[in-house]
């Protein structure tokens, strides 16, 4: 599925190929959280990082967080440097893999049959998680990739 996305102020726009752009995975961890997060979390997809096309990459700006012990992320976080939306993850570990944030997508995008709740052992006390009959939870990293739950789910686009 062809993914077109961009940045509040418009000043990016990218466009990109995605086999996994079901929004169905809910990040609560700090970095996510703080850096892309609505409602306490963030949701990214997965995509093609050789079909990334991307115009105003002059006004990009990347982000790479600090982990604990003081270690620096080799991820990514890509965001527009004026308006501050968060746009894309990129990491060298999966250098064939990019993963939007699908708060930054235009394009209509298909509703998740479930939501991954990952990563609850960060989440502040102010955020409510709403499990719904058929949601999988994880206070830390789910049992399965982005990948292997759009297999499950028979979900090809």
Not at 50 to 62: D, F, K, N, Y
Not at 77 to 84: A, T
Not at 122 to 142: I, R
Request: charge should be neutral; include cysteine.
């Amino acid at each position: 599925m062809q993914l077109e996305g961009s940045c509040h102020c418009k000043a990016v726009r990218f466009s990109v190929e995605s086999h996994q752009p079901v929004p169905f995975m809910r990040c609560y961890c700090s970095i996510c959280r703080k850096t892309a997060g609505t409602g306490g979390f963030a949701i990214n997809l997965g995509a093609v990082h050789a079909t990334l096309e991307v115009q105003g990459r002059e006004h990009l700006s990347v982000y790479r967080a600090r982990l604990e012990g003081g270690r620096q992320s080799t991820g990514q976080r890509h965001f527009c440097k004026y308006c501050g939306t968060a746009l894309w993850l990129w990491d060298a570990t999966w250098p064939e893999l990019v993963h939007p944030h699908a708060g930054a997508i235009d394009t209509p995008l298909p509703p998740p049959p479930c939501i991954t709740h990952m990563m609850l052992g960060s989440k502040p006390g102010w955020v409510q998680v709403h499990v719904q009959a058929g949601d999988a939870s994880f206070d830390e990293y789910p049992d399965e990739s982005l990948a292997d739950w759009h297999r499950r789910h028979q979900q090809s686009f």
